[in-house]
């Protein structure tokens, strides 16, 4: 143990939480990834997230403390978006949820206080929780590395080539903890996660124990690794045998997988679908498709090149497809397929990619969407088309941001509405910001006006995740420290000096 960890140690933390920097990055062990993780997130229901919080968060602990432990909330007086056209919207309404599902959907729900915890939502909009459908989670420790960075040379040249093969499993789990919990921070409360960092069994397994300790709802996508170790895509089966045995759990599992029948087959033998990049060259998809192994429920990334007949193919497959706008336009991926898609009648899920170059939040990839499409078609009307396509709307892209990111990860009968008898992913937005007011339009001030600072409460499966704006039962400042811990030695074993004005 180094002079600087034994001290930390001695002064904060025990020796059941803490891992020495030079240790794990040396040679961390599945068991050490687990149990570090683990005391990050253990400990009392209530935590002080920030040395600036305790006079807010004390007001607020008996209200968090009985809805940890209640079994019916409801949520009072919202302005409440459902995103169910047979539920309907509400501009003074009220959603109940009972055993972490939403019960009732309506104005005046009736319910004492001493048979539910009532959450006071007035000037709040409440609406379900974003999805994000395509998330390399492990680059978490490479938020804002490439600042001016494009795909090709950069990405591929940096992140994938020179620090991806350097991560061990205890970096894996630190930058996967910190994008999911980032995530839940800003408002998605699903995401699907292709980590291509599988270079052992344990790599995989840091993955998973993360988004579970982070409490997040997502599909993780086994995907890819480098080097002899890696198990891919075989180790889909112990995976599958170890830790996705319910149905009932907020994580599921799908193959991030290539464009490659031979690795196809893997997901059609485990049950699950496919997630695949499909960006350049439509030709590889087309053979699948001949093959007969793509099925109803596979997720296409991009699309940003395809021709008629890629599209027709994925249409006709059953297909569902994902698209990065902010990424996209900013790292040279190409045009985003927004109105591609919508041209075939497929209505696309939105996703960040990752976090090297942009945010991750949706509030950004919803206003990008929206922009641009208007952008596109407004041109061609001025241009003098006169049979250019209609307009997107804020509902549309809210739609995109909800129910169509649920519907590409294959949880739309679980979630992406707040529909009676589907789980409660519930988000509580403040709407009586000085930024945002007098608030005129509900589905315009979430699409196109605010951002990740409006989101006061989170809730996933009806357990509140986020609340009056801290993060619940994480102890932030010591995940920043592991954070930062791992990302100095993922860049000192790669040669790499941090310039934070460069």
Known sequence: MCDQCRSRLNSSASKETFACVEERSAAPSRRDVIVTGAGLLAGAAVTQVTPGSAQAQGAADAELVRLQKAQRVLLKGGIVLSLDPKVGDFAAGDVLMEEGKIREVRPNIDVSADAAVIVDASNRILLPGFVDTHSHSYQGLLRSSLANGLVDPDYNRDVQNKWTPAYTPADVYAGVLI???GFIDMGTTAIIDLSQISHTPEHSDACINALQDAGIRAVYGYSRGAGAASLWPQDIARLQKTYFSSKEQLLTLALGASLDAKVLAAAREATVPAVMHYRVNPAPGLTLAKAGVLREGDLFIHCTHLNDEAWMMIKETGGRISISPPVEMAMAHGMPAVQD???????????????TTVGQDCFSMMRTTFNLQRLRVLQRRRGGETNAPSL???RDVLDFATLQGARCANIDGKVGTLTPGKEADVLMLRADRIDIWPLNNAASVVANFMNPGHVENV???GKPKKWRGNLVGIDVPRVLQLTQDARDGL????NHQVDLLG
């Open 392 to 394: 997107v709307t804020c």
């Open 341 to 355: 898609a919508l041209d075939r009648g497929i209505r696309p899920s939105l996703s960040s990619d990752h976090g």
């Open 459 to 461: 809730f996933i499966g």
């Open 179 to 181: 994008t999911a919990l």
């Open 491 to 494: 860049m000192r074993r790669t």
